[in-house]
T-cell receptor, first 111, second 111 residues
Framework: GQQLNQSPQSMFIQEGEDVSMNCTSS?????WLWYKQDPGEGPVLLIALYKAGELTSNGRLTAQFGITRKDSFLNISASIPSDVGIYFC???????????FGTGTRLTVIP | DAGVIQSPRHEVTEMGQEVTLRCKPISGHDYLFWYRQTMMRGLELLIYFNNNVPIDDSGMPEDRFSAKMPNASFSTLKIQPSEPRDSAVYFCASSWGGELFFGEGSRLTVL
């Protein structure tokens, strides 16, 4: 079945540093989504990517849809304490309307 | 709109008891999803509905789990009898046009 693997599993960074995380798939996705989950909350959509090679920004966040359609990365520039949380990549199951979620990257920002 | 509303936020129960989790999706959304989140398995899709009709329940762990959506504004996930391995955070999400909006989750602890 479709699987999404994220790396790294966790990151500890100093406030102000840039962050990079990625997501790889065993199969092709036509859409890539990046969600963030704050502690004690549900995931919230950050960025959606719909075309191979697409590079999209949302404030300090930048995400790219890999050319092979089997990977995506998310960058966060100039991290701040409220960036703490778990970041998930997600993609729609082929021929269905549900989402597969990646294994998550847990980000800790040290003030 | 108030977003996806789940109740209870927290539930602690003893093994063998029946547990009912409730969800009110965002008005106008035609898809409703139930996910389970654990440290070991991440976010797993249990079941999803389209226009109140169950579409895919292949993620439901076993017969102890059941979900209903009697109308467009209400869904339940029931576990009977509950077991300690059911301890997790259960999320409800709704969507229209692709983006999933998650509730804050129901944290279940089965002793």
């Amino acid at each position: 079945g479709q699987q999404l693997n994220q790396s790294p599993q966790s990151m500890f960074i100093q406030e102000g540093e840039d962050v990079s995380m990625n997501c790889t798939s065993s199969s092709i996705f036509n859409t890539w989504l990046w969600y963030k989950q704050d502690p004690g909350e549900g995931p919230v959509l950050l960025i959606a990517l719909y075309k191979a090679g697409e590079l999209t920004s949302n404030g300090r966040l930048t995400a790219q849809f890999g050319i092979t359609r089997k990977d995506s990365f998310l960058n966060i520039s100039a991290s701040i304490p409220s960036d703490v949380g778990i970041y998930f990549c997600a993609g729609p199951q082929t021929g269905a309307n549900n989402l597969f979620f990646g294994t998550g990257t847990r980000l800790t920002v040290i003030p | 709109d108030a977003g996806v509303i789940q109740s209870p936020r927290h539930e602690v129960t003893e093994m063998g008891q029946e547990v009912t989790l409730r969800c009110k999706p965002i008005s106008g959304h035609d898809y409703l999803f139930w996910y389970r989140q654990t440290m070991m398995r991440g976010l797993e899709l249990l079941i999803y509905f389209n226009n109140n009709v169950p579409i895919d329940d292949s993620g439901m762990p076993e017969d102890r789990f059941s979900a209903k959506m009697p109308n467009a504004s209400f869904s339940t996930l029931k576990i009977q009898p509950s077991e300690p391995r059911d301890s997790a955070v259960y999320f409800c999400a709704s969507s229209w046009g692709g983006e999933l909006f998650f509730g804050e989750g129901s944290r279940l602890t089965v002793l």
